[in-house]
């Protein structure tokens, strides 16, 4: 089997670890593709900055809400269009596995971000201004506004 196009040999992964022995149609195979490229340009572009400027509460509330619509938007995607159940990308009920999991991964992302910015950010002699001025942008935001960012 000599496959050349990297789409095919997913298409042909897919088909060999999927529990259904029936290849996928091409109007699913299109609308998955169609899905996922809308999903990663939803997430990639600086969509809310270019509809809503400024920074008073209000408008980052705005800015905050456009990125719920578009999560919205993936959501209706998903059971909508290619019928597929939310389970399907890990939504379901929380068991005490995902939470040492997500425990542990919040350990891990700060000890990252601890040796990141000791050790690889002096290292490269990399300019901190600019990480600084992010990081007190943040922080002059009311308090219940990170809460909200990080729900």
């Avoid at 019928?83 to 939504?91: N, T, V």
Wanted: aromatic share 8%; hydrophobic share 55%; glycine share 6%.
């Amino acid at each position: 089997m000599d496959i050349d196009d990297p789409c095919e040999i997913l298409l042909q992964w897919a088909y060999m670890t999927s529990t259904s022995k029936e290849r996928p149609s091409q109007r699913a195979t299109l609308v998955a593709r169609c899905g996922l490229a809308g999903a990663l340009a939803l997430g990639l572009l600086p969509i809310s900055t270019w509809l809503i400027h400024g920074d008073s509460i209000g408008r980052l509330l705005a800015r905050e809400a456009i990125w719920w619509c578009c999560a919205l938007a993936i959501l209706l995607w998903l059971t909508l269009i290619e019928r597929l159940p939310l389970s399907s990308i890990g939504f379901c009920l929380p068991t005490w596995k995902s939470v040492v999991f997500g425990v542990l991964a919040a350990i891990a992302l700060t000890a990252i971000m601890v040796l990141e910015f000791s050790i690889v950010v002096p290292l490269l002699h990399l300019n901190t201004a600019s990480i600084v001025a992010g990081q007190r942008a943040i922080l002059s935001t009311p308090y219940w506004y990170r809460i909200l960012l990080v729900l």
